[in-house]
């Protein structure tokens, strides 16, 4: 049995990885921190073998950095930060980080980092709700970090949206589009899943990208 904690328990993704924790077999939902639940991070770190963190983009490094320090996993879903900066850390942890856990996000960036080789010209337009922090989009930014040439981003933040991203590529005469859509939360869970069971035997950390997993 895996013993997960998950950081931003209170926060809409925390909350969905909480309940698919609980409905796992194979792992136990050991605690959960999130100042809106009157619980530290560093208070929880003793009780767990892997933390999932869904937080706030100023806070994903200073938490990965301190499960790296304690000997516990850890698994990033927060967007908006830097992974490069935890090059070097040691401690025993290991940092797995997703911009996107839904395999067809997965599917799209990889579609669209291979149509970019042979269409001229390429721009991605990511569509959130509009409590979402940070702009553009963990997904955004790292599917066009895939694709050849520059890549502008366009972000709309609407009520009604989750997380949606369209990849429109133009060439002489035509244009391709790659759309990804999710429409519930719960299109994060099993890649979540996935890496709570696979970051404790990672050869490489931080490791970026759930198509490294699958
Ligand atoms: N990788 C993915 O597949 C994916 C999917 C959806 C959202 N996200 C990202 O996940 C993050 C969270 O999104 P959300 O919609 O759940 O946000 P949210 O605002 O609903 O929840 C964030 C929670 O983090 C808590 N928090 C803040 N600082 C903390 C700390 N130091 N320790 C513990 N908890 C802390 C807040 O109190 C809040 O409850 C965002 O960065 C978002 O972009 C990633």
Known sequence: MIRVGVAGAAGRMGQAVCAAVEAA???VLAARADPA???ELADILGDVDVVVDFTVPETALD????CVRAGVHVVVGTTGWDPAQLTGESGG???FVAPNFAIGAVLMMQFAAQASKYMTKAEIIELHHDRKVDAPSGTAARTAALMDGEVPI???RLPGLVAHQE???GDVGQTLTIRHDSTDRTSFMPGVL????????LTESPLVGLEHLL
Do not use: E, F, P, Y
């Not at 996935?194 to 035997?201: F, H, K, Q």
């Open 25 to 27: 077999d194979d792992l």
């Open 37 to 39: 639940l009157g619980v």
């Open 63 to 66: 938490n990965a950095r301190a």
């Open 93 to 95: 942890g290991n940092v």
């Open 154 to 156: 366009h972000s709309v």
């Open 167 to 169: 990849v429109i590529l």
């Open 194 to 201: 996935l890496a709570i069971r696979r970051v404790g035997s």
